[in-house]
């Protein structure tokens, strides 16, 4: 078969990498192959950018160089990982429908924020704004909740739920952005092209699931890969998922460790 020709032909082709087995997992590679995860767009959409990470074209269709994917993928997790134990912001988006369920399963699962619906121009570039906008509808959420509306006519707390209605939609995924984003994840930037461009102005890395129609000089840890099929981003978040709780057995390992050298200090003092 044609899929068994293309993956044994790329369990061969790996470069060197001082962090992935050489040769590549068959096992590894097989699964990648069954998600999807090898499959680009059309050779015609393909950006003459992204024909480095192509290994070939079979039927008219881009074949991703997989032992580049796990290389950039590798430098993407390593990155995340230290970027949970920081304890930074990161705001993960992926608004496609194939997208939209993991990516908030994900989200939610570690209280991150998380954008599904249509993104919010200025959400980076005019953060203090969207904050604004964000605690006014988390306000109006919690007078519900209160009994607040019961003050109101039965026509004013139509009007004030139809109005929260239509902040779920935008500002749902928000709740939890009490920060400014310091990473930014997401899935088919070609797809969230402005949410990147903020990204790139304000100089928040970018993490992204990138197909070949895409342009990875945008994004600062490119993953050439499907980003357009749900099993293959399911596969990504799945090694994100595995990268997050890496990065916060870290955290809790370093806060150990320093409370450990405070306590050293402390017990020198007094025995001084």
Known sequence: ??????????????????????????????????????????????????????????????????????????KALVFLKNAVAEQKQILIVGST???????????????????????????????????????????LKA???????????????????????????????????????????VINPQFHAIAVREANQRGVPVVALISSDGNPDVIQYPIPANDHARNSIQWFLGHIKKAFKEGMILRAQQQAEAEKAVASQEKARSDV
Do not use: C
């Open 143 to 185: 007078d519900r909740a209160a009994g607040k509306f019961d003050i109101y006519t039965k026509k004013e707390r139509v009007a004030l739920d139809k109005n929260i209605e239509k902040m779920d939609r935008l500002f749902g995924g928000l709740e939890k952005l009490t920060s400014y984003p310091q990473v930014l994840i």
């Open 1 to 74: 078969m044609e899929h068994n020709a293309i993956t044994s032909d790329l369990a061969l082709t790996k470069k060197p990498s001082a962090t992935l087995p050489d040769p590549i997992d068959q096992e590894v590679l097989e699964e990648a192959a069954r998600a999807g995860v090898l499959y680009g767009k059309r050779k015609s959409r393909t950006n003459p950018r992204m024909k480095q990470y192509i290994y070939t074209t079979r039927n008219g269709v881009e074949v991703f160089d997989f032992p580049q994917t796990l290389e950039y993928l590798e």
């Open 97 to 139: 429908p194939p997208a939209k369920q993991f990516v908030r399963e994900l989200a939610e699962a570690h209280s991150y924020p998380y954008v599904v619906e249509r993104w919010l121009g200025g959400t980076l570039t005019n953060y203090p704004t969207i904050s604004k906008r964000v605690g006014y509808y988390l306000g």
